[in-house]
């Protein structure tokens, strides 16, 4: 299977920390995506890093992407109770169209 | 833009029936998968269409998954004979893939599929 893996799977903190999640995959990419998930929802996008940049942040954001290691991971700063949900990576294969999407981190941001 | 829309939002059918999902995408997007979420499998890609043209359909499960896309702005899955195992959220999302490799995919809001 190409689907990559998260961890940690579940994460709980507290109002104000920062969260971070990490995500590795299998193949060689064009990019790589992080999706929020509110339970029962569909997937939305949050923020895309191409395979040439290292880093990339986007409000309380921030992503960085190792591809000699085949990892990225996603930190939340100041989170919020609202920041609660789950977050998973998305893979775009090279020369494929598609995306893959990893197992999953499931925050919890208790008040 | 209404965004992608899918229906039903959730089904039950009865074990061996057919089932029908349906997906509208964003206009003027030319990319359309279908992915199933389950709490085992996660979520996994079923198949997915460049211009209404099936380009990998290698994640759908048995030959009792099919889908189509008959123009642009319509794509079905079908499920025939469904069973309990198929029990899942299924998803439809689709993307520009004129804007080149590096762009976001828009989900639909999902179809809850109970087969009993």
């Known amino acids: 299977s190409q689907q990559g893996e998260e961890d940690p799977q579940a994460l709980s903190i507290q109002e104000g920390e920062n969260a971070t999640m990490n995500c590795s995959y299998k193949t060689s990419i064009n990019n790589l995506q992080w999706y929020r998930q509110n339970s029962g929802r569909g997937l939305v996008h949050l923020i895309l890093i191409r395979s040439n940049e290292r880093e990339k942040h986007s409000g309380r954001l921030r992503v960085t992407l190792d591809t000699s290691k085949k990892s990225s991971s996603l930190l939340i700063t100041a989170s919020r109770a609202a920041d609660t949900a789950s977050y998973f990576c998305a893979t775009a294969p090279t020369g494929f169209q598609k995306l893959v999407f990893g197992t999953g981190t499931r925050l919890l941001v208790s008040p | ?66 889908a189509k896309m008959p123009n642009a702005s319509f794509s079905t899955l079908k499920i025939q004979p469904s069973e309990p195992r198929d029990s899942a959220v299924y998803f439809c999302a689709s993307r520009d893939q004129d804007r080149g490799m590096n762009t976001e995919a828009f989900f639909g809001q999902g179809t809850r599929l109970t087969v009993v």
């Open chain 2, 1 to 66: 833009d209404a965004g992608v829309i899918q229906s039903p939002r959730h089904e039950v059918t009865e074990m061996g029936q057919e089932v029908t999902l349906r997906c509208k995408p964003i206009s003027g997007h030319n990319s359309l998968f279908w992915y199933r979420q389950t709490m085992m499998r996660g979520l996994e890609l079923l198949i997915y269409f460049n211009n209404n043209v099936p380009i990998d359909d290698s994640g759908m499960p048995e030959d009792r998954f099919s």
